[in-house]
Structure formats: C-alpha cells, structure tokens
C-alpha cells in the first residue's frame, strides 16, 4: 500500500466519502470533491500541496477502498480546500508490464480531468522515477520522488461572466477557416501587439481577422503539452529545438498556461475565455486542433505522468501477446484505446468541457482514423465513439473535422464513419497543387475538386460542405514556399533533412528560394492568387493557412514542427510588402461571402433537375463546347446558372463563368451566351495588376467583345452575367 504521510498546516481539512461523480476536483459547498478512474490499482492517495513549488505535500490522504471506491472510481471530498488548491495523486498496483499493468507509487500523477496545471516543464525537470523502471525490484525497493519540477494539478472555479456569449456554430458551407498556431500568429515583434504569443495577443489581432474576412479561426493544439519535450538540437545554431506544434497532450483539459499573459493557472483559464467570448463578439468562431489518437507518455520507454500511471491497460492499445508494448497507429509511440467504454466517455467528457465552459464552436481531430479502431487496432464500421460524438446532444451543433488518415495505414478520406463527420480533403490539396503546376491532363481533377468533390462526398447522403478544401496547412510547405521550391528544406530540424513529405507538388520557376528576379516573383504571386482564388471559389468549405494570405515563408521548410522561432512565427511585415496579395484575398473572400452560388448546400444537379432552363453547372473547352475529357488539357472553364441556388429556396444569384489557364502560352477563350437580357462582366482577372485584378460589387467591368475572352498563360479569370 502506498505510504501515507500527513503533515498539519494552517487551514483544518476534513474528510467525508465525497461522490464518484463528476470525475475530477469540482467545488462543493465547503470544499472540494475529487474523484478518478481506476480499475487495477490497490491504492490511491491523493497529495495536497499548500504551495505550487513545495517539494512534498501538505496534506496525504489514502482513499479507503471500502468507503472510497465506487466500482472503479476513487473519490474522496476535502472540506475546507477552495479554489486555487494544488493536487496530485500516487496510484499503487501491480507493475507487471507483460500484463500491461505499469502502477509506480513513487511517481506523482496529473489528474486526467485536472482543468488547470501549474506552469512547469515536466521534461526539463523529469526525475529519474518517471522513467520506466528496469525491473519490478526498482519500484519495491524506490522512495518517493519529490514533486517540485512537477507540475501541480489546480483546483479551479468556471464561473465567468460571459456577458450572454454562446458559440456561434455557423452552418458549414458559410465557413471560411483560417489555421494558425496560437503563439506563433503573434509571437514575432513584427506582429505590433502589447501581448505577444498569448491569447491576449489573438484578442489584439481580431481587427486583422475582421479585416481579412474569415468567419472561423482553428488553432493548432492548446491543450497543454511541454515544448522541452523534443531533445533535437537545431545543427546551424546549436540550440535545443521544441515542440511547437503541440501534438502531444499531457492534459487534454487544460488551456497551455504559457499562451497565456496571466501568470497564474486560474488567470489563465480565465483568458482563454476572454479570447473566445471577444472572438464570438467580433463574429468568428474558435475551432480547437485536438489529439486524442496519443499522449506526452510515449512508448515502453517512455514516462508516466497520467493515464499509463492511472492504469495503462485501459487508456492505451497494447500488443495482443507482449502488452509491455504499445500498439503505434499514431506514429508517436502509443495509441489512446479511443473505444473502450472508460476512454470512450474521457473524450466526451472533455469535449462537452471545451463546448459548454469554454464556449468553443468545433473540432478538429488529429489522425482521427484511430478513433475509428477497436481495442484491437482493427478498423470499424460503425465506431462507438465516432457515432457517439457525432450525435451527442451537447456537441449536436459542433463542427467535427476529422483528419480521416492515421499513421497504421487508415486512410478514410471521403467515406469517414460516424455521420456528419466534416473532413479534411487531402485529395483536394494535391489536385489542385498538381493543376496550377501545370502538370499534364488534370483538368478533370481540377473540375471535380472546384464542384465539391461529390466522388468522395456524395456517398451516404453527405455534402459539399463535409470536404473542408485547402490546398496549405501547417503540415507542408506555406504557399509562398509550394511556388518557391522544388524540394523541402528541413535541415535545421535536426534530422539531415529526411523528416516531411517528399510529396509537395511543387515548383520554384527557375530558381530555388528567395529571389531579385522579377519575372519570377511576378508569376509566383500571380500563381498565389491562383491557386487561393480556387480555393474560395470552391464548392466546399475553404481553409486557408495564417500568412498565405502575404506570403508568409518557412524557408522551405516543410516540417517546422520544432522551430519555435522566427522560421515559424508570422511575419506581419510581409503584409505590407505583398500589399496587393493581402487586397486580392481579401476581396477573393468577400466575394464568396457575396454570391452564394459557390457556397452551394447541395451537390450540382444534371440538366434533367435543373430550376430553369440553364444547368446548374456547365463545362467548356476553349472553343466553347462540351469537353473530351480525355483530352481536355491545361484548362478548364464552366458556368455557373445563379438562378435558384437551392432545393425550397429562393435565394438567387449573378450567372458566373469561370476560366483558368494552366498552360505556358496565351488562350483565346470562346464564351458562352450570357443569359436574355444580360451581359459579361469582368470581376477578376489574375492577370492584371492590382488593383485591377479584383474588382469591387457594383464596379466590374463590362467586356467591350461579349464572344471571346483572351486569357493569359498562368491565369484565372471570372465574369459575372448581369
């Protein structure tokens, strides 16, 4: 049994049974109730502490298995503790590897539900107890480590004044996703904000969001992980590199107390809401980036800090004959055991937390494929935990956005379990990239990704909005760098330039990286505005990465997972030097908001359900005729009928026509007959130089010749039937 020490301060503690429910310390009239999950343990003590940097606790209580246990769950209420207490736990049982069990009475423990931690890095300060042990004699014959370089669990109160603030939860296909990381959007002193890398600092920057025009801001992980936790040195500098991305959680519950101005973990807590609630009431939405396919505690070889020490035979895959081993479909060491009932009901415990204290509007879910597995590993039709997030009646109106892929082999791209289930269209980015490269005989690729992708998504009854379309994200090249480089860059991760993807379809037009020449940054901006204006001109929901929107360079690094630093970080005075990239997605994006013809709910019907006698979509060669797809090549154009965009709607809209030349040489383009009574309009032209390449509503451009159309090699044009 776990030795009990207790030391008498102050304040008088009480102690009465408490209740198993809710899991966690939630405030009591009189104190607080603690409760965790256990199934295999003999023993759990809970430790006090009265400071956050004290060595050893103040207060040890042994919870008796008899009055404290209620099936598998250990609780116990503390009478006279109140809001900003510190805690954590010992859990004694078997350490028998081979069965899975990996108890350490001599390591402290996070609570899986704590909603608060103090700010220490576990890595930097890990005592040597943390590690696995080599054999069980080193566990019996061990002596508590001290907890002063580990983090404290903190006790916290919800309440806050969220002046009426509730999530916004916009229909999808008015979405328009902006990714960023939390830290890195403001980190550089180039962002001009008081509160740089915070969430304080995001709050500064929302007049820039309001200006750009995105509806929807999703940020990388901020759950807290450890930034220490990566032990790669950076070979030019010489510096330890970190985990900037923050795909490896140490408590999924609580917001990362450095991204915080506050110093303290209440405070914390507190401006997170403060970020959302001043997000919700400048009109845009905050999705979260969450990973519950692994954890911090790695592998065999790796610590505990939580669940493995909770009890590691439940919360994690292990090898069917050899359960010292994890299963690894993440790639990360160890895969979370997504749909065992226990680990089940953690992830919907935590997302109702996130929705309904911390008022957030969506998710989206790192290599959610593993959600999809049994306790097995084997992949699902109808995954407990999949079905259940997407019908849960809290998270009912939730966006949920799986990255349908992990790291075993799963890719489910377009046919994702569970329902309503929005995805990242990975298809999309590599068609559209391979496209405007100018790659040969992709124009059907291309058509079919712009008009919704219905060959994915049409299946089950889903929808065009269920494909969230971009062509960048945090993972891969920037888009300035997909038309700067012809290869990645990565040798300051540490890993002589093997870690990314080789597999970036891109192409620097003759010269590698940063460039005087004029010609060739002319046709990279000019293939930006492409490539982005098809992104928003999409049918789908677009995403776009933070800084595309002028350029923002990782170097020609496609991996920048560990570069904490400028490479990383926006450059916010890139904005005024690609001034007119910045205008030309501005108003690409509130020419979306405008004409709901490309923000469409349904997939494009044959000319059989047409509302009128114009298709709802229309395809051309160059000659103005119906394509050989098959040998339709370099280009694509279509039509887009405005009237009666919807089933049961009478929402209309302008008749579009859409060209774009991928080709190296000039294209005459023969146009369609605008509809009786109207004429063709230039809107856009990314040929012609800003400001004229994008013009205002009310300000487009009647074309002089209504027959044919000349459009430059590496452009897109759209014309507007009024």
């Not at 973990?265 to 507190?270: F, H, K, L, T, Y």
């Not at 609630?277 to 396919?293: A, K, M, Q, Y």
């Not at 990383?568 to 005024?576: E, Q, R, Y």
Request: proline residues 5%; glycine residues 8%; charged residues 25%.
């Amino acid at each position: 049994m776990a030795e009990c020490v207790i030391v008498f301060i102050m304040i008088s503690l009480e102690k009465t049974p408490g209740s198993p429910l809710p899991a966690g310390a939630s405030l009591v009239r009189g104190g607080v109730n603690f409760s965790v999950f256990s199934r295999n343990a003999v023993s759990v003590t809970l430790d006090i502490f009265e400071k956050a940097e004290d060595e050893y606790p103040s207060y040890s209580f042994c919870l008796d298995p008899v009055v404290n246990r209620t099936g598998d769950m250990w609780h116990i209420c503390v009478h006279g503790l109140e809001a900003g207490a510190f805690y954590l736990y010992r859990v004694d049982g078997p350490f028998q590897p081979e069965k899975g069990h990996r108890f350490n009475r001599n390591v402290y423990l996070l609570d899986p539900y704590a909603k608060a931690l103090t700010a220490v890095s576990i890595f930097s300060n890990l005592p040597a107890s943390y590690l696995p042990p080599s054999d069980k004699m080193d566990i019996e014959l061990g002596s508590p480590c001290t907890a002063k370089g580990f983090p404290k669990c903190v006790v916290i109160s919800d309440e806050f004044d969220w002046n009426g603030d509730q999530p916004l939860n916009y229909p999808m296909h008015n979405c328009i996703i902006y990714e960023t990381h939390l830290k890195g959007f403001t980190a550089s002193p180039s962002s001009g904000v008081p509160h740089a890398g915070t969430y304080r600092g995001l709050i500064e920057k929302i007049p820039y969001l309001k200006e750009l025009g995105i509806t929807s801001v999703e940020l990388l992980p901020i759950q807290e992980f450890d930034e220490n936790e990566n032990m790669r040195i950076n070979p030019r500098t010489g510096d330890l590199l970190r985990n900037y991305w923050g795909y490896s959680t140490v408590s999924f519950f609580v917001p990362k107390m450095s991204f915080a101005a506050a110093s303290t973990p209440e405070d914390a807590v507190r401006e997170f809401k403060e970020m959302v609630r001043e997000l919700h009431r400048n009109g845009i939405e905050v999705i979260l980036d969450i990973v519950f396919n692994h954890t911090a505690e790695g592998n065999e070889r790796g610590v505990t800090l939580n669940f493995r020490g909770f009890d590691n035979s439940i919360y994690y895959m292990l090898e069917d004959q050899q359960k010292q081993y994890y299963k690894n479909f993440s790639g990360c060491g160890n895969t979370v055991n997504c749909n065992h009932p226990v680990v089940h009901n953690f992830i919907i415990d935590c997302l109702r937390y996130w929705v309904m204290e911390m008022h957030v509007d969506g998710f989206r879910f790192d290599l959610a494929s593993i959600l999809g597995r049994d306790q097995k590993g084997n992949l699902i039709q109808d995954p407990p935990v999949l079905s259940r997030i997407a019908e849960d009646p809290i998270l009912r109106r939730t966006k949920i956005i799986a990255e349908a892929w992990d790291a075993g082999g799963a890719y489910q791209v377009g046919c994702f379990p569970g329902g309503r289930w929005a995805e990242w269209n990975d298809r999309y980015r590599d068609d559209i990239r391979r496209f405007w490269r100018g790659d040969d005989y992709l124009s059907n690729a291309a058509a079919t990704r712009m008009a919704g992708s219905a060959d994915l998504y049409s299946y089950a009854g889903r929808k065009p909005y269920h494909s969230v379309n971009f062509v960048t994200s945090h993972d891969g090249f920037t888009l300035n760098d997909l038309v700067s480089y012809n290869g990645k860059h990565n040798e300051e991760n540490g890993e002589q330039n093997r870690d990314g993807s080789d597999n970036n379809c891109s192409y620097n037009y003759g010269y590698e990286g940063p460039t005087q020449n004029k010609v060739i940054e002319a046709i990279r901006s000019r293939q930006i505005k492409n490539i982005l204006l098809s992104l928003l001109l999409s049918q789908g929901t677009p995403m776009l990465l933070a800084g595309d929107e002028f350029r923002r360079t990782q170097g020609g690094n496609n991996n920048a997972y560990c570069q904490d630093n400028e490479l990383s970080w926006i450059d916010w005075s890139l904005k005024d030097k690609h001034s007119d990239i910045f205008r030309f997605v501005k108003k690409a994006i509130k020419f979306r908001k405008l004409h709901p013809a490309f923000r469409r709910t349904e997939f494009f019907a044959g000319t059989d359900h047409s509302f009128n006698e114009i298709p709802d979509i229309s395809w051309f060669d160059q000659d103005g005729k119906m394509p050989d797809w098959s040998k339709l090549n370099h280009f694509l154009a279509f039509r887009l009928d405005g009237g009666r965009i919807e089933i049961m709607s009478d929402m209309d809209d302008n008749d579009f026509f859409v060209m774009m030349n991928t080709s190296d040489k000039d294209a005459t383009v023969k146009l369609p007959v605008p509809r009786p009574g109207a004429q063709w309009y230039r809107c856009i032209d990314t040929s012609i130089a800003s400001p004229g390449d994008i013009l205002d509503s009310g300000s487009e451009e009647l074309l002089p010749v209504q027959q044919t159309y000349v459009l430059p090699a590496k452009t897109m044009a759209v014309l507007m039937g009024k």
